[in-house]
Each structure stands twice: as structure tokens, then as C-alpha cells.
């Protein structure tokens, strides 16, 4: 077989529930293991906003867009992937009366239910710790020094912001059920890197590749809390009365939290194309943060990468290329 030629492509992913899913020229497709062992791959029908008006494919609006689109649809995925595997079986779990009585009257919407209430409480459990937190913590330095970090309130902020980040990947990271999700992530990124690197897709190709991709979505986080401190910063000197009422500051930066989304997804597109000295230096924190939320998978988990991969290619390279 002649090899074939390295090239970057638009495909991208997300780690599942045993499994993984991938999205590209063919569409969107999930390979998840099943109880007995089968993968099992299907595509999915997922519509984007921007094929239906023009206007969600501008630039900076395609950012937001795309990540609100992803947040929709991974929510569903992993749902998907929860019940194909086995995890969402809920007659193998052991539930007190109340919820026993709760599954009898909701019956198939219970787990519904459950996980909406779930999501809510991780927006707002997200919120508190990724917006209040900094604010508050920065608030208490400040009063503790007199008032002499506030010309440096948005970059201090910006700064705790990460660090917290850091703490809490590092920490969900230990748990057994996060470690494997992390596993498939891994997964992905090496199947990727695989088929970019013109190699054949198989087990043993896929494991001498890397796990770490300049467009993954940690680096598309990192990259939005380094835009957040440039943001900040020069809010908080643009707007220095609003940045001492703490409700109004938070307001402000929320509202301002689409551009940054915006900003993010074009440079994330944007080294995607590229491997200049640029890109490698703002994709560096992102890359090193790769080593928290991938480890390196197994082979049974690398067949699922490479099993959604191939769902979603077509039989020539060039097509699916970054144009």
C-alpha cells in the first residue's frame, strides 16, 4: 500500500460514554461499546444553524454559534451513549423507595428528568465556581491590600480563573469514571493523528501516534480564558466604577463572554490550518492541559476512535482536508 500524504482535516470529535464521536465529511458518527462487547456505529442527524442562513457562518457569530450547537448536541450524544452502553439501565441500580415510586410514575422520563436537573445544577455549579469564585477571592486580596491590586483586577481574576480551572480538572481526573472518558478522549485524538499523519488506520498506527490536538476543546477553553484575562483587563479599565458592584462587573463579563466564545473558534480554526511560531506558542497551555484531560487508551478503546473515524471519511483524503 503506498502511503499516503499527511494533510490536516476539519474532522473532530468528542469523547462519549464507551465510546467516541466524530464529525466530518460524512456527517456525524458515534462508535460505542455495547454490554457484550459488539461496537456498535451509527450516524446522527445533526443540523447546524449555518446551513440554513448565511448569517451563522460569519466569522466570530459562526464561534458562538458552534459552541452553543456542540453544548446541544453532545448533551444528547452522551445520553445516547449512555443507554447503548449499558450505564443508563437503571434496572441494575439499586434505588431507595422514593425513587422507585418517582420511576413508576415517570417511567422512560425519569432518567430525562434526572439528568436535566443535572445539567442545571452544572451550569450553576460552573457559574459559581468559574465566575463568582474569582471575583469574590480577588475582592478579599483586595481588601486585604488596601485597595492596591485594583488597576490589576481583570488580569487577577483572569489568573484565579485558571488556576481553578487547573485544580479542578486535576481533581475530577482521579475518578475512575472521568479517567476512562478521558481514556476515549484520548482516543480520538490519536485516531485523528493517525489519519492526518497519512497512516493506515489501524490499532498499532494509532497507538505510536500523539493525544495531543491544537483543536480540541480544552485548548478552545484555554484559549477563551487567556482571551477572557485580555478582555477583562481592559474592562476593568474602561469601566473601573462598574468593576467595584460585583453583580454589574459579573454582568458585564458575561455579556461579553459570546465574543470572547467568538474569538476562541476562529483561532482554534485558525491553527488548525496553521503550525507557525504564533500558534504554537498560544496553543502551548492548551496542549499541556491535554496531559490532565486525555490518557493514553487501550486497544478495545482505541477500535472505537478508529471505528467513528472511519464512518465519517470519505475514500480521499484531499476531500477532507481544511479548506
Not at 443507554?83 to 432518567?111: I, P
Not at 436537573?117 to 455549579?125: D, K, S
Not at 484531560?293 to 471505528?307: H, Y
Request: with cysteine.
Amino acid at each position: 500500500m503506498s502511503e499516503k500524504k499527511t494533510h490536516k482535516t476539519s474532522v473532530g470529535g468528542q469523547a462519549l460514554i464507551e465510546g467516541v464521536m466524530m464529525q466530518g465529511p460524512k456527517g456525524v458518527a458515534t462508535a460505542v461499546r455495547k454490554p457484550d462487547g459488539e461496537i456498535l456505529v451509527e450516524h446522527h442527524d445533526v443540523k447546524h444553524l449555518k446551513d440554513k442562513n448565511k448569517f451563522f457562518g460569519l466569522p466570530i457569530i459562526r464561534g458562538i454559534v458552534a459552541f452553543v450547537e456542540s453544548m446541544i448536541s453532545g448533551y444528547k450524544l452522551l445520553m445516547y451513549s449512555a443507554e447503548v452502553s449499558g450505564t443508563e439501565d437503571l434496572e441494575d441500580v439499586e434505588m431507595n423507595k422514593f425513587e422507585k415510586w418517582l420511576t413508576d410514575k415517570l417511567g422512560d422520563k425519569f432518567m430525562d428528568i434526572i439528568m436535566g436537573i443535572g445539567t442545571v445544577l452544572g451550569f450553576a455549579l460552573a457559574f459559581l465556581i468559574f465566575f463568582y469564585l474569582p471575583v469574590f477571592v480577588f475582592n478579599k486580596l483586595n481588601e486585604w491590600t488596601g485597595s492596591a491590586l485594583t488597576p490589576w483586577q481583570g488580569t487577577i481574576e483572569g489568573v484565579l480563573k485558571i488556576i481553578i480551572f487547573i485544580i479542578y480538572i486535576a481533581l475530577v481526573s482521579h475518578m475512575e469514571d472521568i479517567k476512562r472518558t478521558f481514556m476515549y478522549h484520548g482516543a480520538e485524538h490519536k485516531s485523528i493523528a493517525c489519519y492526518e499523519a497519512g497512516m493506515e488506520l489501524t490499532v498499532e498506527n494509532v497507538k505510536k501516534c500523539t493525544r495531543f490536538h491544537p483543536r480540541c476543546g480544552t485548548s478552545f477553553i484555554f484559549v477563551m480564558l487567556i482571551l477572557g484575562i485580555i478582555v477583562s483587563t481592559l474592562l476593568s479599565k474602561i469601566f473601573p466604577s462598574i468593576a467595584q458592584i460585583k453583580v454589574l462587573w459579573m454582568i458585564l463579563k458575561l455579556a461579553f463572554l459570546p465574543l470572547i466564545m467568538g474569538l476562541g473558534y476562529e483561532f482554534i480554526k485558525y491553527a488548525g490550518k496553521h503550525d507557525n511560531l504564533f500558534v504554537k506558542i498560544v496553543s502551548a497551555p492548551g496542549l499541556w492541559m491535554q496531559r490532565l484531560t486525555t490518557k493514553e487508551p487501550d486497544d478495545k478503546i482505541i477500535e472505537c476512535g478508529i471505528a467513528s473515524l472511519k464512518a465519517v471519511i470519505t475514500d480521499n483524503p484531499e476531500d477532507d482536508e481544511i479548506k
